[in-house]
């Protein structure tokens, strides 16, 4: 069993000072396979969706009891693990743009390490209003839109299928033919991803929530090319965010195994699921998901 630190209004001990999150904690027992079973069933959903497990992950921690701060780390763990899991396929279905993915990831990472190094001080009120707020904003933009934005071209029928290299444009196939996109909006893109990279580090969520939106509904990239993408690049966005946090001792070695078996095992189903959902299915999942999050935000903070 593996004991994790909970929130108690009862003075029965102190789990640890955090500033202004110093409260009173009481310790309760949660057993490895219950952490891979909600890590898996976050990147399932999480990787399908392109928005990443940790933002399931870190909500249905929360929920639980367990201290924001300790839930961080274990979010960021599920990012990487299902981000490495689904990349193979997705690589594969040539799903990925690197070019894109590694423009908006720059601002993203250093966003993040700023995030990780305040997380400690930030009230957790406002932390909530922010991840709500942007998961709210991000459902509406993904429902606001009906219809398929990039429609089959004969033209590219003959087309090899993925990122054409020097652009951040390329084509994808669909059931009834290639489909061709480029993005744009790509400076004010760059900021979004900053703030998603802030997010970040700030809760351990991934930003996935948020970088999925940006590109399919900011920046007009197809989602099935936005969600597979964003999948691939937040592996690098975990990274940057656990080494603040290993180089603060918030690392736990028993969960944070526990989360990544799962993370890996759901990543690699999601990565599936995501090659057979249409277009709108997947945006209007997306979506949902993201009003999921928002909800379970502010419920258990308020």
């Known amino acids: 069993?593996?004991?994790?630190?909970?929130?108690?209004?009862?003075?029965?001990?102190?789990?640890?000072?955090?500033?202004?999150?110093?409260?009173?904690?009481?310790?309760?027992?949660?057993?490895?396979?219950?952490?891979?079973?909600?890590?898996?069933?976050?990147?399932?959903?999480?990787?399908?969706?392109?928005?990443?497990?940790?933002?399931?992950?870190?909500?249905?921690?929360?929920g639980l009891g367990i201290d924001p701060a300790a839930a961080a780390p274990l979010g960021l763990v599920a990012v990487g693990g299902a981000s490495l899991a689904a990349a193979s396929r997705q690589l594969r279905a040539g799903l990925v743009h690197h070019r894109l993915g590694l423009t908006i990831e720059l601002p993203a990472s250093a966003?993040?390490?700023?995030?990780?190094?305040?997380?400690?001080s930030v009230s957790e009120k406002l932390l909530a209003a922010v991840l709500a707020g942007a998961a709210v904003v991000g459902a509406i933009s993904g429902l606001a839109r009906s219809g398929?934005?990039?429609?089959?071209?004969?033209?590219?029928?003959?087309?090899?299928?993925?990122?054409?290299?020097?652009?951040?444009?390329?084509?994808?196939?669909?059931?009834?033919?290639?489909?061709?996109?480029?993005?744009?909006?790509?400076g004010p893109g760059l900021v979004a991803a900053a703030g998603a990279g802030l997010v970040a580090g700030l809760s351990g969520v991934g930003g996935g929530f948020l970088k999925t939106p940006t590109l399919s509904e900011l920046m007009s990239v197809p989602v099935r090319v936005a969600a597979a993408t964003t999948s691939f690049t937040l592996g690098i966005t975990a990274?940057?965010?656990?080494?603040?946090?290993?180089?603060?001792?918030?690392?736990?070695?028993?969960?944070?195994?526990?989360?990544l078996l799962g993370a890996l095992l759901g990543g690699t189903v999601g990565a599936v699921a995501q090659g057979i959902l249409p277009p709108p299915v997947a945006r209007r999942l997306t979506s949902v998901l993201l009003l999921s999050v928002a909800a379970v935000v502010v419920v258990q903070t308020w």
Do not use: C
């Open 148 to 186: 398929v934005r990039n429609e089959p071209s004969p033209t590219f029928s003959a087309e090899t299928h993925g990122e054409w290299p020097g652009t951040l444009g390329g084509s994808y196939q669909l059931a009834d033919g290639s489909v061709p996109y480029a993005a744009k909006r790509v």
């Open 111 to 120: 966003a993040t390490v700023v995030g990780a190094l305040l997380s400690v």
């Open 239 to 259: 990274a940057a965010g656990l080494a603040v946090f290993v180089a603060q001792g918030r690392v736990e070695p028993e969960p944070s195994a526990a989360v």
């Open 1 to 62: 069993m593996l004991a994790v630190h909970v929130r108690d209004s009862s003075p029965v001990g102190s789990w640890r000072d955090r500033g202004p999150r110093s409260r009173h904690w009481r310790t309760v027992s949660v057993s490895p396979p219950a952490l891979v079973l909600l890590a898996g069933l976050a990147a399932l959903l999480g990787t399908n969706g392109g928005i990443g497990g940790a933002a399931l992950l870190v909500p249905a921690l929360v």
